[in-house]
């Protein structure tokens, strides 16, 4: 019986293509097989983009569709899907890269492709390569720490109320929000009653040729944000 | 007027040398000079350790004290006396690479370094690149996710009384305990108490050969853990 292959799960950064480490980089590179989340509209999805610069020709480049949906039957569906398509080249010993943005451990697709292959294929092997994940590299284009010291830092993936942002901010000295896009408007209200607005930033597509950094967001009530948004707040000390 | 030479804060991952990423290396290796926490007793310390094998010849070292206390005064002397024997190099028009462990925004020393630098010498420019933080890196080395869908994620830098943790894992679904071997055996107890113990992990040197891992934390009450350990607790979905 042959061996399987390994899928990698190979973090690529925030967008600018030597953000990638050296670790994920060699095993990128000697993968037979290159998988990314296939782009909508037929156009290269960011993986794919920022992945695009390390690729030998004689590579094959395995787009895997993920919708973008939250219905959990039809998202299963695209997992096993994915997973039969990768599982064709580890069941012949070929290793497969899985690149995905930001760092692979970090909200990323690279996990239910992972847990989706080792369910249908316990003998599979998964091998995750950490990488530069949004709120580290927010920070350093801001030119400001994320954190020191004793602060504690809260991460929310999305705002589903500002009522959420009122309980996280009475714990934690750093907050980031990433999607904020969607709810930009609601939080700005909030961080202004609060006087939160000098501290606070926007990054927008971070490390990208294309990157906007809004500090001081005061003047800022209404900025119409890209999907690729951050936002950090930090607090004051309260005592 | 010679123009000042580029302090760079260079993220080194938190072990394993590759994992410094591409760009990183390329600033690490152009810089004349490279600067890094000096160890303690006269022993490299890590992050001279990580950085060693990407080192040219004849790229000076610089060791620099910053002391292990928390009375300001002192800490900022030695700030002051950092930036003094970096400035020699910048102002002469040389770059200096500081380097340090995990993320260089993420609770790193080159905060100070770069904040004093700049107070004393506004031209000065400070440029970061960003890298592999510890929580990427311990969930990487596990082959758990450290966060999918919608969850938040909490990192509490140290835990100063179990009662902080009580009201993290009041909000969070996911907690990072980083510097946890301190308070442990509490931490142990309290998750116990929760029966969230076979959902947290703690990893010892994450990515270093003398890597440990423990997951299931149910018969382990008292861990005698080294510095660089941290617990990741999930929490399971409340509703």
Redesign the interface.
């Known amino acids: 019986m042959i061996q399987p292959g390994v899928l990698y799960g190979i973090?690529l950064?925030v967008g600018?293509?030597?953000?990638?480490?050296?670790?994920g980089?060699?095993l990128l590179q000697q993968a037979s097989v290159v998988a990314f989340p296939a782009g909508m509209r037929d156009k290269p999805g960011m993986a794919e983009q920022i992945v695009s610069p390390w690729l030998r020709t004689e590579q094959q480049k395995l787009p895997l569709r993920f919708p973008y949906v939250r219905e959990e039957s039809i998202l299963i569906r695209a997992w096993k899907e994915a997973v039969a398509r990768v599982w064709q080249y580890l069941k012949k010993g070929q290793d497969v890269a899985f690149v995905s943005i930001g760092?692979?451990?970090?909200?990323?697709t690279f996990?239910?492709l992972a847990q989706t292959l080792l369910q249908l294929h316990p003998q599979a092997v998964?091998?995750?390569?950490?990488?530069?994940?949004s709120p580290?590299?927010a920070?350093?284009?801001l030119?400001?720490?994320?954190?020191?010291?004793?602060?504690?830092?809260?991460?929310?993936?999305?705002l589903?109320c500002v009522k959420e942002l009122e309980?996280?901010l009475e714990?934690?000295d750093v907050a980031v929000l990433m999607k904020v896009s969607f709810v930009y408007q609601q939080v700005w209200q909030f961080l202004s009653q609060r006087q939160l607005l000098e501290a606070s930033w926007v990054v927008e597509r971070a490390t990208l040729p294309n990157q906007t950094i809004y500090r001081d967001l005061r003047a800022r009530p209404d900025l119409k944000l890209s999907y690729f948004s951050l936002l950090i707040v930090q607090c004051p000390p309260c005592q």
């Open positions: 973090s950064g600018d293509p030597e953000l990638i480490t050296l670790k980089l060699r760092d692979t451990s970090f909200y990323s996990t239910y998964v091998q995750t390569v950490p990488g530069v994940c580290m590299a920070a350093a284009v030119g400001v720490p994320l954190t020191v010291g004793s602060q504690r830092l809260a991460i929310l993936p999305a589903y309980a996280v714990w934690a």
